[in-house]
């Protein structure tokens, strides 16, 4: 009984550790400037959180969080734009003459519906995608590019919007100059401050709903899924339902990181949600190790950092980290760096093995072993 | 009717090309299973080739002639490369492989910006592919005739070499089913590797078709990728004829829903179509039956 209580209460350290930097540390020892950029890193964070769930624990490669992550965005840019324009006027960017707007886009005039859509649209759209694809057992490889394709697909949709009959979400310049958010004002440090302590709570929320999930009856059916589906099939389990739920939550998370990046940054372009940024969503995910709890959290803030620092500068130069990020830690390193530990006691055994004179580990290669036995009785 | 034939003929040209490119990937695809997403790099590699190799000459049609064997090397080695160093250790992991490639992608891209600049390269077209070829009546430009011919060249000497030849014969035994072809005495280490070789090659002519059409850049390769796995994935892996029908499909309904919307609308149209289809039939057009991926 003892044990229990400490191992939940051990259970709780790191969350411990984590509020008191992200709500006492971070606020103290930076600057306006650094918090904020911190609250954009939080933001690709929660995204994560998501990843990992859906990736690390089910095994679907979404190539396509941008969608998800871009919806919740433009949920809340289109928000604020009708808010700073006031009621019944359009946002500055539409011509002044646009006096009827569609449905579609008069919705997010209201707050509720805007803070409710920003988790319930991307969860929609990965519903759908995620039932059409699983449920007629299109995976692995497929699935990959299908939800790349969408990533691709609504990119344009986008611009689309922004170019056609009427000027919905200002095309490939994006939804930027937002003057409030939610009433408050955005170029006031102490709302900027806000925003940053709503990242923080909604990151660590977002990573206690994972690890319930991870450690629940349902976290060991998404993992069986990844090793088996057949097997879970004929435990009679629907594997495509369980990984559906995955994905659909890694979509409202995405959602979620997309709205709070709009406020944070101040500008959200279709740029922010094609193909090419749900890929970079991946990698510090597999950075921090995909299959971990905290992993994708710190790999994600961690690659935010060096991208901001180093591709200001030398943009050349953070395209080639980054592209042999990707090499060396999926294939070398497919734990991330949680698996830092694990791959070293490997090598060491292997070395060790090596040195005695063993050239594989017997587990591996009974065959060898026999052969071995025989000629030393021989 | 003019307007019907131009635009099933511009769509012929565009599904030439995704053609050229999915055929390559089809095959790497089927062979090891790996997602190569820099396969849209030795696409752009090609197109490269064409400009490099076009500046050696002052006759633009022996440059553009001879570049086509050169950019089939060159996508060829690479492609031999990337097999030999990374996708040969990650023969399990399907999936990784997507990540490991677009890795190596970001870097060719980059690359490319570094050595050639990021304005596009445009390829002189030869003066016997200038203007219009008349036919039956219609003027077809003889670019797009000359991008559609050496689509059907390639794919036909690809599915003869696949039928007739002794590696043809691996190919597809190992395509089919990988243990079996061992244990009949194929090492499916070399079938691999030669295949790479020929899929990435593959990707290089590709290069060197749509030079003819637009100016080579760094991004062209992602601008075709997306549609050419889309095209393997509708077709069904490992299947040339699966890959044909697709891409003529794709390439004419593209340029059809062009003409009625526009190029972008087109393109999430084809995304749903695709999407839709895969409902009726998740295996592609044609599948075999032996094969499955995790």
New interface residues.
């Given amino acids: 009984m003892k044990a229990l209580t400490s191992s939940r209460f051990s259970a709780f350290i790191p969350f411990l550790v984590a509020a008191a930097v992200l709500f006492v540390l971070a606020p103290a020892v930076l600057s306006d400037f650094r918090l904020n950029l911190l609250a954009r890193y939080l933001c690709f964070a929660i995204v994560a959180v998501g990843i990992g769930l859906a990736w690390g624990s089910g095994g679907m490669l979404t190539l396509g969080q941008g969608v998800f992550f871009g919806l919740g965005a433009y949920a809340m840019g289109l928000h604020m734009k009708l808010d700073d324009a006031g009621p019944g006027r359009a946002p500055d960017y539409m011509p002044p003459t646009t006096d009827f707007l569609p449905g579609w886009v008069e919705m997010f005039r209201s707050g509720i519906v805007t803070i409710v859509a920003i988790a319930l649209l991307p969860a929609l759209v990965a519903l759908v995608l995620g039932l059409a694809t699983f449920k007629r057992k299109v995976r692995g490889a497929y699935f990959a590019i299908l939800s790349q394709a969408l990533a691709a697909a609504f990119a344009l949709l986008i611009i689309v919007l922004g170019s056609q009959s009427g000027n919905y979400t200002n095309g490939t310049n994006g939804l930027n100059n937002f003057r409030s958010f939610f009433g408050y004002d955005l170029d006031d440090p102490a709302n900027q401050k806000m925003l940053f302590f709503i990242a923080a709570g909604f990151l660590l929320v977002m990573v206690a709903i994972a690890r319930q999930l991870r450690n629940s009856r349902y976290g060991e059916l998404l993992r069986a899924c990844q090793s088996s589906e057949e097997r879970v099939r004929f435990l009679g389990y629907d594997p495509a339902n369980v990984k559906v739920v995955a994905y659909v939550i890694a979509a409202a998370m995405a959602g979620i990181g997309g709205a709070l990046f709009v406020p944070v940054v101040g500008i959200i372009t279709p740029l922010d949600v094609g193909v090419a940024p749900s890929i970079a969503m991946l990698i510090g995910v597999a950075i921090g190790g995909r299959g971990t709890l905290w992993g994708p959290v710190l790999g994600a803030i961690g690659v935010a950092w060096a991208q901001s620092t180093l591709s200001e500068q030398f943009p050349a130069f953070w395209t080639y980290i980054q592209g042999a990020l990707f090499i060396v830690v999926i294939a070398f390193l497919p734990g991330g760096i949680a698996g830092v530990g694990a791959a070293i006691r490997n090598a060491r055994g292997r070395w060790d093995d090596r040195r005695r004179g063993r050239t594989d580990p017997p587990a591996a290669n009974p065959v060898e072993t026999v052969k071995h036995d025989v000629g030393s009785m021989a | 009717m003019d307007v019907v034939v131009s635009q099933v003929f511009t769509g012929l040209s565009i599904g030439s090309i995704l053609l050229l490119a999915a055929i390559g990937l089809a095959l790497t ?1 089927g062979q090891m ?1 790996v ?1 190569n997403m820099a396969h849209g790099e030795f696409i752009m590699a090609g197109g490269y080739t064409a400009f490099v190799v076009q500046g050696l000459f002052d006759n633009a049609g022996v440059g553009l002639l001879l570049s086509i064997p050169v950019a089939f090397l060159v996508g060829g080695l690479l492609g031999v490369v990337l097999e030999m160093t ?1 996708l040969r ?2 023969y399990h ?4 492989t ?3 490639t ?6 060719l ?2 690359l490319a ?2 050595i050639f600049g990021t304005q596009g390269k445009s390829v002189r077209t030869p003066t016997w592919l200038q203007g219009p070829l008349e036919l039956f009546g219609f003027d077809f430009p003889k670019t797009r005739v000359f991008v559609l011919v050496l689509a059907v060249v390639t794919v036909v000497g690809l599915s003869v070499a696949l039928k007739t030849t002794s590696l043809g014969r691996r190919i597809r035994a190992t395509v089919q089913n990988r243990q079996l072809a061992e244990c009949s005495g194929i090492s499916s280490r070399a079938t691999d590797r030669l295949t790479f070789f020929l899929g990435s090659g593959l990707a290089g002519i590709a290069g060197v078709a749509l030079t003819q059409l637009s100016p080579v850049n760094s991004s062209v390769g ?1 601008s075709y990728i ?1 549609n050419a ?2 095209i393997v ?1 509708v077709g069904g892996i490992g299947q040339i004829k699966g890959a044909v029908i697709a891409a003529f499909v794709l390439g004419i309904g593209q340029a059809a829903l062009e003409k009625i919307y ?1 190029a ?2 087109a ?2 149209i084809v ?2 179509a ?2 839709a289809f ?2 009726l039939r ?1 295996q592609g057009i044609f599948n075999v039956r032996t094969r499955s ?2």
């Fill in positions: 695809f299973g997602i990374l250790r990650m992991r399907p999936l990784d997507l990540l490991v677009y890795g190596v992608s970001l870097i891209q980059q910006k570094n992602q997306i796995f889309l994935v526009d972008s609308l393109r999430i995304f749903v695709i999407v895969l409902q998740p991926l995790a």
